[in-house]
């Protein structure tokens, strides 16, 4: 049997199953993913407990929100508006009646928080996510920068913010509601469908006496007993110990959820909410017609061969969600780290204009609108409201909060071979010089957990390893690294080194007693998970990778994180229990969906802190949630190897990078199973343009190294990745903007079209940064697609540089060796040509600047360059360039800030030579056809090709550097 499948299974009918999966993965079948494993909704009491509230909400007339305000506790001071929130049915709540607390924060950023807490808890409730989500305490808008409006009878108080006074958020008192306008028009509205609900925390024994006595009263006052109605039972089911499959969730707090409806106005496409194997424009989950019938849930989970087209949770969380129509752009960030559920459901009715059947009969084309709900199992409800106005501005609102992606190592963005497991020293060295004999680039060879001793993280099977240290050297020799895999599971092992530290240390998470460790199953058997709430933990586990240490490491070796969900085998769902407990005393459920960011963070520490240091680290997670992007890169997890998981991907890997982690990419080739060569091979073409690009096989798979297939395969694979070696200075400079305001590297086509309706639901096409159009071939036997060509300009191949007008879509040949992948007008890309071995041999090599003129002539791009390994780019060692064509002249110039001499500081011995590399070759696309080149005095000679609709002009050696300031006159 496998050790694909060697989870520790928790009976025997599990150990039937899992052989069965295997038997079927062997024989190539695809098998589903075992449904029963996970909850749906209504097996998560909180869940349906809130759901049956929407339900009740809509099956009651004129129902509107117990909420309200005291208009006499609002307040406004400072950039906060605060007030007292209560239910007015206090009779129904089951605790003490108090208000809730109310608060908005106005930011300088002019993104908007609002809170909602509960005064005085029995218990404090977790308020902590915070603490580790958000880079910085924010400012607040000061005064001057908002107005007060009004504040009416009616108890509503509106204030006017943002730099052009553009944005209103209105506080409604009776019934509460909050509703934000951009330029007076209703956008985003918290609790207009009246679904707030709050679960206070409560204490079991006075709750169970209480009920008790009521019932005792009743029988003896004789009191009518009002028959309460299903929904209304089903409010108060499961609020304390609840059992799922073999397993009790404790819960010793009790209830503690909350939800709340956000109204997306006007706008009928939401994008976010990662990750999910789905559409990047969310579908309904509730409504008549919804195509999912269970909401999309938030709880990240290892979920073995996972479905597509489905709502269920996956190993990554990212409460942001994005909506955008013609008119308006706008997201929210529930900042949450408990198990979350999102229902969305999509109308044409609009209440503020009047009711749908007068839009029926007037033929009104009515407002879309999507309402969506969310409920959380703990914590405090904390909502972030972004207003843009542009996409732009909302990745850097968000980002402002969350923090941006950090700058990878330059050798991160080039391809990484994996598998599961390349097996011996011998091997490694195999496929290192296999990739050499046939000429394909790679930068990075990765170990599996069959490396390790008895999976026992930091340590190295010595029969199969001996030498890892000269492994690693004589892949750094060709200018290559290696990733060793280090799962978050402590093999409970007294002679291994780590187990026995992090029990002397006292950092693995506890037992719901708080007291004794907690154990489950893992890769290597009975194991201990670290507690990376624990500082000490952190440090002391950031410690484990300084090379005396991690024994037969060297600085050529980087790191895998996976299974951080974290996923236990033996666990609930595959997962750790809610109920034990993390430093300080933190219950799990509460930060659940974190943990896995946290370990990632611990170990991007331990690379950066290396005894040698100055390397800027690069860790692969499979966990993740908001503020991953500043600790590396994350993948997509399991997949397999059908057309079907080659197309989900884009959306996949979209949506991951709307909701701010770019870096980010899918196995190439499918995880589970094993391709056929045709497929192996379009996942190369579409692999190219993931923004992290590795190609990964299951144990039980077959060897699949890219030269394995022969002919036409092998030439088809090498000529994809090579292409992706060509774009590397344009890959580079997209994930510096990145770095730097939080902009999505691959973009789906409504944030470059933000007008054009016909993109917003497309994501089978995409964008790289605002200049490459890349529409994949997700099919089998299929040569030619069909590819939207938005905008009003035209579009290069970049291969032949074939022309297509915009708008609209045309059918364009996509053979076995290329998929359609075009060129922005207007735009200039930065390309090295160059075919080399590593993207390390290339540092030297000169560079093309291919610029696609627009339609008045004009064009422009960036450079950005650093020494791409280490931290001094932070203190302004780098180039940053601006390349423009206008009024016929093509000029290069520094943004500012220009790295060191913008800073009076001497010019680095780095940019000076990078500086003074050439540019080699400008290819000018869309030009009336060019003569000449002249630099200054100096003539430079132009050849041009006319092909159909387009001039080809290429310019050799112009004799310009790419550092250099110079004005190129093209006549
Ligand atoms: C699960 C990961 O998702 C997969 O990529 C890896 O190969 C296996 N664990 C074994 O480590």
Known sequence: MSRGNERKPTSTKAIVLRSVLALGLALGCVNAVKREDFKTCAQSG????????????????????????????????????????????????????????FELHLLDTEAVRVRINEVDPIKPRYDGVQDTVLIRPYGYSSEGQYERLSKDDNGVLSVKYGSEGQNTVKITSAPFKVEFLVNGVSTVILNEEGLLRFERLRNKEAESEKLVDQGAQGEQEGEIQIEKSALELKLEENLWDERFKDNTDSKPRGPESFGMDITFSGISHVYGIPEHATSLSLKSTRGPDAPYTEPYRLYNLDVFEYEIDNPMALYGSIPFMMGHSKNSTAAVFWMNAAETWIDVEKTNEDKASG??????????????????????????????????????????????????????????????????????????????????????????????????????????????FPNPADMQLSLGAKGRKMVTIIDPHIKKDSGYHVSKQGTELDVYIKNKDGDTDFDGWCWPGNSNWIDFYNPKARDWWASNFNYDKYVGSTKNLFTWNDMNEPSVFSGPEITIPKDVIHYGNVEHRNVHNLYGTMFHSATAQGLTQRNETNQRPFVLSRAFFAGTQRYGAIWTGDNTATWEHLEIASPMLLTIGLAGVPFSGADVGGFFGNPEPELLTRWYQAGIYYPFFRAHAHLDSKRREPWLFGEPYTTQIREAVRTRYTFLPFWYTLFQEASVDGMPIIRPMFTEFPEDEAVFGMDDQYMVGDALLVKPVTKAGVTRSTVYFAGNEKWFDIKDYSVQQGPGAKEIASPANKIPVYQRAGTIIPRRERPRRSSKAMENDPFTLVIALDSKGEASGKIYLDDGETFDYQSGDYLLREFRVSKGVLSSHDIKPAGALAQGKKISEFVQRVGGLRIERLVILGSAGLKTVRVGDRTVSVSCVKTAGNHVCTVKEPQVAIGEDFSLQLE
Request: hydrophobic share 35%; glycine share 4%; charged share 20%.
């Open 46 to 101: 909180f869940c349906a407990r809130n759901r049956a509230y929407a339900d009740l909400a809509k099956d009651t007339p004129q129902w509107t929100s117990p909420f309200q305000l005291n208009p006499s506790s609002l307040r406004l001071q400072k950039g906060i508006i605060s007030g007292d929130l209560l239910n007015i049915q206090e009779e129904q709540l089951p605790a003490s009646g108090k208000a809730l607390s």
């Open 355 to 464: 009711l749908l059947s007068w839009i029926k009969t007037k033929k009104v084309t009515p407002t879309p609108t999507t309402k969506t709900h969310w409920i959380s199992e703990s914590g405090v409800l904390d909502v972030f409201v972004f207003l843009g106005p542009t996409q732009r501005d909302i990745f850097r609102q968000y980002a402002s909060l969350v923090g941006t992606t950090a700058m990878p190592q330059s050798f991160a963005i080039a391809y990484h071979q994996c598998r599961w497991n390349y097996n011996t020293q011998q091997d490694v060295a195999e496929v290192d010089a296999g990739f050499d004999e046939h000429d394909i680039p790679y930068d990075v060879l990765w170990l599996d957990i069959e490396h390790t001793n008895g999976k026992r993280y930091f340590t190295w099977d010595d029969a199969k």
